[in-house]
């Protein structure tokens, strides 16, 4: 048998098909690749019609206050079953009851996202109380903001356990509901750090890009589930939002600079779910500028950043 296919692989005719069929293969990525691109610049111009989630049940981690508080209105108020859940238990039920007395229906529950263990029962409870989750926003988070060295232990893993641990916990209890319903929206909150370093971010950048590294290859994997499931996901890259976590910012240009209204941020981030886009950020042209900026130097984004000054000083 060793020697048959010697043999064969030696064959003109097996050679010249194998060429062929290299080629064949090459020239169908170069059109697919021509239309994506095509596709890309037209949806620039024409974005894709926003999707109706008036049916959806909506789960929204770290409700209540902030993006979390925003995203639950207006969520609410374009139909959806709105799912608060924060560990503060009071500004939640606050959330709740807003949406409420605003015409919306919303359910509250106490939540941990640090506790996998809570994740798996409250999930559990939503399914039977409320219903399958269609849409998670993963939007729970915290920030610590000052040097590494001076970023103690118990700062380091509350980070990671909340901004991406929970990530884990959550989309395990959830994702197999989505994948049988044959509908799912997963929309995660990275940052501009989850693009670009900062300092006094270290640890907090950290989470961020594993948040960018979850949904990208996530997404890989359900592609290539051959039951090819209606789940989508959507990564958020926010400039700092006026939500009381970026303390001290600072920024050489404040008119251009400025910081993100909360409300504004929350409905960026459902109009980009509801079209389906897989990455968005706060606002639109920081994401373009970031990805033109990579073709170039590392040290170029350096100069950039230190034309721009902005960041954050330390809250110590």
Known sequence: MPQQDNAGAANPGVQLYNVLLILVDLAVFWIKAAVNIVMSIVHLVVPPEPEDVSRDVVL???????????????????????????????????????????????????????????????TKQIKEKVGVVTILVNNAGIMPTHPLLQQTEAEIRKTFEINVMAHFWLIQSLLPDMIAKNRGRIVALSSIAGLVGFKNLVPYCGTKYAVRGIMESLSEELRADPRKPDVRFTSIYPYMVDTGLCKRPHTRFPSMMKMVKPEEAAAAIIDAQRRGLVEASIPKYLLYLNTFMRNFPLKNGQLLGDFLDTGLNSDL
């Open 60 to 122: 929204i981690t770290g409700a209540g206050h902030g993006m979390g508080k925003c995203l639950a209105l207006q969520y609410a108020a374009l139909g959806s079953t709105v799912v608060c859940a924060d560990i503060n238990e009071k500004s939640n039920a606050e959330t709740v009851a807003e949406v409420k007395r605003l015409g919306g229906t919303a359910f509250g529950f106490g939540l941990d996202v640090t506790n996998r263990q809570q994740i798996i029962d409250v």
